[in-house]
């Protein structure tokens, strides 16, 4: 079924705007700048509070409950959130585009999940102006178009991306609960110990043979123009491949073999641990045991070890101890300011573990790391399915028919898409149960 597609502007309400400064000089407010929205978890984390006097000059539109944020700043990075009522009356920067939806038109839960399709975010994308800040007007967002089936439907499709986004929501929490287990478990584990260790330095631990403590090559040593897309070349190491404090291959950029001859002393090896110096500072990962051969760029700190440390102590040490984490510069809220470089990682003081006691550890760690890659992969998986389901829903590929759909008949769907049955069939069983019961 394809259903007609009218812009965003036709059918949101326009909303007020003041100035603190000069309407509340004395009063505080809430403030939801750029950086208060999780692009990950598309909700709204916190509001910064401010005196009126003191406003930033975006601090302008006035939120209600049920408002869509669109960050019209960077659109790919989708920085979207739906507005829930306990910031009802909080301040939103001109950074955003707000839509406030007639409810007479619109469900205000569909056209959120609107604007987290693929579909809206790579139109958004292709329309942003500014190379080196991209952007979009809030002109632009509202002649986006959205497909518009009736109200029914639309709150149908609504209830079953709620359902699949909630189960999201429940894996990253038990992945959240992993990570605080991976912590608890060191901290447990270094008190236990404690009697036994030794004070160090992270370059008592450092083996110079092959080339110890290095970060990547600087300035004209390599140039962007000189990475090329050949899977066959030499992978270079960047920071993506390392902020989610563990490994990953992500953003793969490769060099030339004749080029790596240039810059062999860069070479990474399986157990280095890297460490991020520029950008998000202070994220650990071990480089694993299947990696090809590597250099690493100078955003990242290398380190080959010698045996007196394991990679998985340190990359923990370097992870969870507090007070390395303050010596590193952490914030109150965990966060490793600007500023880390070698020099301060290479003179990181704290307690050395007998190599039995961390090769116990990392057995744990292990045994954690193991429901974390399975909770992973399913995450992964479902975060597929809900794309899948978001495109199908709007292109009106669904059968949801003419009978309402519940909370359980969501449900119903949700579970079908996990094991994975056809989610019109599981529709069509919604559709049975809606039908008996209306006799």
Request: net charge negative; proline share 5%; with cysteine.
């Amino acid at each position: 079924m394809t259903w007609e597609r009218v812009p965003i502007g036709l059918v949101v309400l326009p909303i007020k705007r003041w100035n603190p400064a000069k309407a509340a000089p004395d009063d505080e407010f809430d403030y939801i700048d750029l950086s208060s929205v999780d692009k990950e978890t598309k909700k709204i984390t916190e509001a910064a509070k401010y005196i009126g006097s003191e406003a930033p000059n975006r601090a302008q539109q006035l939120v209600k409950g049920n408002d869509i944020l669109v960050a019209t700043v960077r659109p790919n990075l989708n920085g979207v959130a739906f507005v829930e009522d306990e910031f009802n009356g909080a301040t939103a920067s001109t950074g955003y585009c707000v839509s406030r939806p007639d409810i007479s038109k619109i469900d205000s839960r569909y056209l959120f999940h609107w604007v987290k399709t693929k579909e809206f975010i790579e139109d958004m994308t292709k329309k942003a102006t500014g190379a080196n800040y991209p952007a979009v007007s809030d002109s632009v967002v509202k002649a986006s178009e959205i497909p518009l089936p009736p109200l029914p439907i639309q709150r149908r499709i609504a209830a079953v991306l709620d359902e699949v986004d909630a189960l999201r929501q429940k894996r990253e929490r038990s992945i959240e609960r992993l990570c605080q287990l991976r912590e608890a478990t060191y901290i447990n584990h270094l008190q236990q110990h404690q009697g036994s260790s030794q004070q160090v330095k992270v370059s008592d631990l450092i083996n110079p043979s092959k080339g110890g403590m290095r970060t990547g090559p600087f300035g004209s040593q390599l140039l962007h123009s000189e990475f090329v897309d050949d899977p066959d070349g030499i992978m270079v190491l960047g920071i993506d491949n390392a902020v989610k404090n563990r490994f990953q291959y992500a953003g793969e950029r490769y060099i030339t073999a004749e080029k790596y001859t240039k810059l062999k002393r860069y070479t990474v090896y399986p157990g280095d641990v890297l460490v991020t110096i520029m950008g998000t500072c202070g994220r650990v990962a071990i480089v694993p045991d299947d990696i090809p051969t590597a250099i690493n760029t100078k955003h990242l700190c290398a380190m080959t070890l010698n045996e007196r440390c394991l990679p998985e102590f340190l990359h923990a040490t370097l992870t969870y101890n507090p007070d390395v984490l303050r010596q590193m510069g952490a914030s109150a809220r965990g966060a490793i300011m600007d500023g880390l470089n070698m020099g301060i990682i290479s003179n990181l003081e704290f307690p050395l573990l007998s190599i039995a006691a961390q090769q116990e550890l990392k057995n744990h760690f292990d045994e954690i790391d193991t429901l974390t890659e399975i909770t992973n992969a399913t995450q992964e998986h479902e975060a597929q399915l809900l794309a899948s389901l978001q495109a199908r829903a709007f292109a009106g590929e669904l059968e949801f028919g003419a009978w309402e759909l519940t909370a359980q008949d969501a449900q119903t769907f949700t579970e079908a898409l996990i094991n994975p049955a056809s989610p019109n069939d599981a529709l069509r069983e919604a559709a049975g149960r809606s039908k008996e019961s209306l006799g």
